[in-house]
Nanobody
Framework: QVQLVESGGGLVQAGGSLRLSCVHS????????MGWFRQTPGKERELVAA????????HYPGTVKGRFTISRDNTKNTVHLQMNSLNPEDTAVYYC?????????????????WGKGTLVTVSS
């Protein structure tokens, strides 16, 4: 089995920064794209950022491009999401996700493993 454990969430003022981390354990996630989703009450979970297995390609489908940066360190089984210039609309529970796929954007169409989430709250 695979476990994804997020950390780094918390309360931050608008304009501030946070760095989320996701550590995965269990079976190796070779050839898995990984990413971060977020969800607010009453809304669907949305993909925020994704990265392919070797870290050479990233995908930012929404409004975070230029503010958020996803990275991974396969030697440490970790994925990070650096979030800058945060605004109250970024408030959400952020989930780490993994899918056996070649391309980062493949997470748009399915996820094999989810973390339990970490709450990010941005105050105005």
């Amino acid at each position: 089995q695979v476990q994804l454990v997020e950390s780094g969430g918390g309360l931050v003022q608008a304009g501030g920064s946070l760095r989320l981390s996701c550590v995965h354990s269990g079976r190796p996630l070779s050839n898995y794209a990984m990413g971060w989703f977020r969800q607010t009450p009453g809304k669907e979970r949305e993909l925020v950022a994704a990265i392919n297995w070797i870290g050479s390609s990233t995908h930012y489908p929404g409004t975070v491009k230029g503010r958020f940066t996803i990275s991974r360190d396969n030697t440490k089984n970790t994925v990070h999401l650096q979030m800058n210039s945060l605004n109250p609309e970024d408030t959400a529970v952020y989930y780490c996700a993994a899918r056996r796929a070649v391309q980062a954007f493949d997470l748009e169409s399915g996820v094999d493993y989810w973390g339990k989430g970490t709450l990010v709250t941005v105050s105005s």
